[in-house]
């Protein structure tokens, strides 16, 4: 497959000027992706996550507003989307029809009711339920925000549809994923107090006992970092700590997109994402805490697989901000990418890109394109004057 392009804005700038900042390089990006040129008379459903509660750090809607009026000024009809109870609310977020200048609806009416089935087998989902308003849109904006996710490492391009745009039923099914293979092996563990001592060796909480399985465990895969301490203390070969676990999620997310954009023409979706204070779990928590990564810019792409590898390649070459990680959290990998750093080695955040790339979504390949590159600064000459003035 052809090396694919991806826009992108850096976070730096070399003068204190607003045409630097990364607003204004979201124009460049929306120029060169031919926004405008690309949907005369079409709806077009941007869907953003619009975060819930009390959270701040989802797309602010100064970078909506310059999307929406793009796309107005093309002759399009957009509006802003989202799951119904995260845009109940979001107007104590910011997110307006005044301030955006389009409407704010939820992607699958009221009480998500409103959906088209898709049949498709994987694991344990049979039907995934895509959003009607989503389905219905003859052009598609996914504007994500870029940050940690507890299950898959990582959420940006991919999980903004993949979750986004299905219905609560099939978002629960997804994360149920995690679970379809099996990994307690209870006839090996016949004794009650080696399983209360397997619970209480996870320092996360993460192994309960299953609710509907008397006897077995279960564990919450969200919060497991893959430290082990459990398998310690678990008879031989009775847990399983495995990554097809953990990666179960991340092929259900590329399957997810894939339906989702199968609804699209080819070439009605552009794919758009910020990647400023990234926080550790993903915006539905619904309050933001401290980032954990330098900011890393925006980026735009006509394809999904690219810009999600591109967005993770740039921020590789970070670092995790460690102070700024939740002390309920542990840092015990030191070996990849700072989202593996954070949440552990099978929480692979290229793995949804590497399923994507296999469904033909899209091209790990690709051109990083600076559409403004950091300008050398150059001063002008001037006589010696000492710092300190003396
Ligand atoms: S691997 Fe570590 S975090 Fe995961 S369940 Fe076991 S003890 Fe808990």
Redesign the pocket.
């Known amino acids: 497959m052809s090396k694919s392009i991806v826009y992108y804005g850096s976070p730096r700038q070399a003068r204190l000027e607003a045409e630097e900042t990364l607003p204004a390089k979201l124009d460049l990006i929306l120029e060169r992706l031919h926004l405008r040129d690309r949907v005369k008379g079409e709806t077009v459903a941007i869907k953003a996550h619009v975060g819930g509660n009390i959270g701040y750090s989802t797309v602010h809607p100064v970078f909506l507003r310059k999307v929406v009026q793009a796309v107005k000024d093309g002759g399009g009809h957009p509006f802003v989307t989202d799951v119904d109870w995260d845009v109940a609310g979001s107007e104590t977020r910011g997110y307006t029809r005044e301030v955006l200048g389009c409407p704010v609806l939820p992607s699958a009416g009221i009480n998500e009711a409103y959906h088209y089935v898709h049949h498709r087998e994987y694991k344990n989902i049979k039907e995934w339920k895509v959003a009607g308003m989503i389905q219905d849109a003859s052009f598609l904006v996914n504007f994500a925000h870029v940050k940690g996710h507890p299950s898959c490492g990582f959420g940006a391009a991919f999980k903004n549809i993949a979750l986004g745009c299905m219905v609560g039923e099939t978002r629960s099914a997804i994360h149920d994923t995690n679970h379809y293979d099996r990994y307690w092996f209870g006839e090996l563990c016949p004794d009650e107090a080696i399983r209360q001592r397997i619970k209480e060796?996870?320092?996360?909480g993460?192994?309960v006992d299953d609710k509907e399985r008397p006897g077995d465990l279960h564990?919450h895969f969200e919060?497991?970092?893959?430290?082990?301490?459990?398998?310690q203390v678990a008879p031989p070969g009775s847990l399983k700590?495995d990554p097809v676990n953990f990666h179960s999620f991340m092929e259900a997310n590329a399957i997810s997109v894939a339906i989702t954009l199968s609804t699209f023409e080819p070439g009605k979706a552009v794919h758009l994402a910020l990647a400023t204070h990234m926080t550790p779990v993903c915006d539905c928590f619904g309050f933001t805490s401290m980032p954990i990564l330098p900011d890393a810019g925006i980026f735009g792409s006509d394809d999904i697989v690219a810009l999600d590898q591109a967005i993770l390649d740039v921020i590789a070459k970070t670092r995790l901000i460690e102070e700024n990680v939740p002390t309920s959290m542990e840092v015990w990998y030191r070996d990849g990418h700072p989202f593996q750093l954070l949440h552990?080695p099978y929480k692979d955040p290229y793995k949804v890109v590497e399923y994507g790339e296999k469904l033909g979504l899209g091209s790990r390949e690709y051109e990083l394109v600076d559409v403004l590159p950091v300008a050398e600064f150059v001063r002008a000459p001037m006589a010696y004057i000492s710092a300190s003035g003396a």
């Open positions: 060796a996870c320092p996360f993460a192994i564990i919060p497991c970092n893959q430290c082990k301490r459990c398998l700590i552990g």
